[in-house]
Structures are given as structure tokens and as C-alpha cells.
């Protein structure tokens, strides 16, 4: 595959990844999202590897489309699993702190 059309390639993919990972947010279906982040640092890295190609004006365009939905769809599920991060480490604080009083005091069981 030609390096410009694997840039765009790449390009894609990210966005069509990133849009699934905004769907399956929306719909708190969280299990699969670490595996599609992986798939898009694969695709970043690899962006990064191939390094800068110049692109036709139509390419460049299509890129700059193509991240635009990227940026837009990382925002809404950076969005949705920040309140999700944060309730978690609320319930992470509260186990240390059972932990750490039935180390004290003894469990009641």
C-alpha cells in the first residue's frame, strides 16, 4: 500500500474506532474500550512510524475531516468515562478504608 493511502488508511481506522468506542460509552457498555484504545495507539503509532508524507490537497482534506471527527468523538467519551473513573476511585477509597479499619479494630465476622 503506498504510504499516502496508508495514511489515510490509518486515519480512518482511528476514526471509525474512536466512533465505536463513543457508542459503546453511550451505551456503558465499558468492557470492550480498553481493547479499541490499544487498537488506536496501534494506529497512532504507526502514523507516527511512517513519519510526514506530504498529502494532495484533497488528501489533506480528508485527514483533517477524518480528525475532526476523531478530536469530537474522544471528547464525548473522555466526557463519559471521567464521572465513571471517578466513581470508581470513590469506591476504591471506601474498600482501603473498610481494609484498613478491620486491620484495626477487626473485622465484625
Known amino acids: 500500500m503506498p ?24 451505551a456503558r457498555e465499558w468492557e470492550r474500550l480498553a481493547e479499541l484504545e490499544a487498537r488506536c495507539a496501534a494506529l497512532v503509532d ?6 510526514k508524507v506530504s498529502l494532495d490537497p484533497v488528501q489533506l482534506e480528508q485527514v483533517r475531516s477524518l480528525i475532526d471527527c476523531i478530536h469530537s468523538d474522544q471528547e464525548d467519551v473522555c466526557d463519559m468515562v471521567k464521572p465513571q473513573l471517578e466513581s470508581l476511585m470513590v469506591k476504591m477509597a471506601q474498600l482501603q478504608k473498610r481494609s484498613e479499619l478491620g486491620k484495626a479494630y477487626g473485622t465484625p465476622y
Open 3 to 26: 504510504v499516502r493511502h496508508e495514511v489515510l488508511h490509518c486515519y480512518g481506522e482511528l476514526a471509525s474506532t474512536m466512533s465505536l468506542m463513543a457508542a459503546l460509552a453511550r
Open 46 to 51: 504507526r502514523l507516527k512510524a511512517i513519519g
